[in-house]
């Protein structure tokens, strides 16, 4: 016979052994630049743990997978903002999260809806979002105490390849470097991310050397690679020049044989215009990944206004307020370069 006192007993530990199971730590960041993994790598040297690393589509594929993981104890998400069309399955899935005790935190820099972020912080979710500043420079200063001084290096290259060096904090840490040393070591880095985007273990490679306190330099084959890369962006003048349309107020380019990302600021320049497209198909998804990026002269929030026009078509999107991206429906592609072209006007 089982006493009162003996199932409250069993109960207890029951519980303490489901708390003692939640272990695991998991950071989900943007694979496609080096922000997303410098990011990543900044968590893995505060706190340990895994990193997932995801482009734009595959982010709530990842969040419904780990939501299920009876492990997981700390999920942190950087460098990925949250769209129209993603915000409230985003929200829900933190809901779960929250209910099964887990502690999560939301780092980025892309706009987003200040509801999304009021409904977050009621779910005590901790928010760490500013527009003015890149993610891997937010992480820096949240986690300094936890962090070597080499981690000030990762957050300085990490603002250099977002444009954001002349923002507040990004622009004291690059007063610390050698601004050649540290525009040779950003442009080496984002070659060889974005030229393995096929290659998952190579990135999460370098999410662990980065980690590891290690320069640019002294990863190896870096520089190697990052040449050829060059080689191949030159080739893509030609082709752009080719190649390129233009519109009233801007310029854009369907992208066949290297990224839209790789492409666009070609695109733009080349073209005279204030905003430049360069669009890829991913015949496997039947979309296209759309890279837009504005000069200095551009007056819009180009990632507002990417952000509600890929969502009214059927895709998503959104970024800062001079480079952002989308995915849009593959018969879709041409209303959105016309409907862009109009609302920049």
């Not at 006493?3 to 409250?8: G, L, S, W």
Request: glycine residues 6%; hydrophobic residues 40%.
């Amino acid at each position: 016979m089982v006493t009162a006192a003996k199932k409250v007993t069993k109960k207890t530990a029951a519980k303490k052994v489901t708390k003692s199971q939640r272990n695991k730590i998991i950071c989900i960041s943007h694979k496609e630049d080096c922000d997303g993994i410098s990011s990543a790598a900044l968590i893995r040297q505060a706190f340990g743990g895994d990193a997932m690393l995801v482009d734009y589509p595959g982010q709530m594929e990842a969040l419904n997978q780990v939501v299920l993981d009876e492990k997981l104890k700390s999920l942190f998400i950087c460098d990925l903002g949250l769209s129209k069309k993603t915000q409230d399955e985003f929200i829900d899935i933190m809901s779960r999260l929250r209910k099964n005790k887990v502690s999560v935190t939301y780092i980025d820099h892309h706009d987003i809806d200040p509801n999304v972020v009021t409904a977050l912080e009621k779910l005590k979710v901790k928010v760490i979002h500013d527009i003015n500043e890149c993610t891997t420079v937010q992480v820096y200063h949240a986690y300094k105490s936890k962090l070597n001084d080499h981690a000030s290096f990762v957050a300085t290259c990490a603002a250099i390849t977002d444009y954001m060096e002349d923002r507040p904090l990004g622009s004291k840490l690059l007063q610390i470097y050698d601004r050649q040393f540290a525009l040779i070591s950003a442009t080496v880095m984002t070659y060889n991310i974005v030229g393995h985007q096929r290659e998952p273990d190579y990135l999460q490679y370098l999410v662990e050397e980065l980690a590891d306190s290690k320069f640019p330099h002294d990863i190896p084959n870096t520089f190697e690679f990052a040449q050829i890369q060059v080689e191949k962006l030159s080739q893509i003048i030609a082709k752009v020049k080719k190649g390129m349309k233009t519109m009233t107020n801007l310029g854009h380019m369907e992208i066949l044989d290297s990224g839209a990302s790789g492409a666009v600021n070609f695109v733009m320049g080349l073209s005279g215009k204030d905003v430049g497209v360069a669009y890829k198909e991913r015949v496997d998804h039947g979309i296209y990944a759309v890279s837009v990026r504005g000069s200095k002269n551009c007056k819009v929030h180009l990632g507002k206004i990417v952000n509600l026009l890929a969502t009214s078509l059927g895709g998503s999107g959104g970024g800062h307020d001079k480079a952002c991206g989308a995915v849009v429906p593959k018969p879709k592609i041409k209303k959105f370069i016309t409907e862009l072209n109009k609302k920049i006007k």
